[in-house]
């Protein structure tokens, strides 16, 4: 992925599904509906997620704080 340029935000955590003919239909749109909330919750967790999108600045997610 980082040879095609995508940025580090968007290829921290790459997931893979594979199928194959002994994939049902029903594995399938099982996936489907709950991958998007798991996705969601990952979000909440990363450093690298803001709201709707990528974070602007991603690398102040690590910056140490002194406050």
């Given at each position: ?53 990528p ?13």
């Amino acid at each position: 992925m980082r040879a095609m340029g995508i940025p580090y935000t968007s290829r921290a955590w790459p997931v893979r599904f594979s199928l194959s003919r002994y994939s049902t239909e029903a594995e399938v749109d099982r996936v489907i509906a709950v991958v998007p909330e798991i996705i969601a919750q990952l979000r909440k967790l990363s450093p690298y997620w803001e709201g709707d999108g990528p974070a602007a600045e991603p690398e102040k997610a690590f910056a140490p704080s002194y406050a």
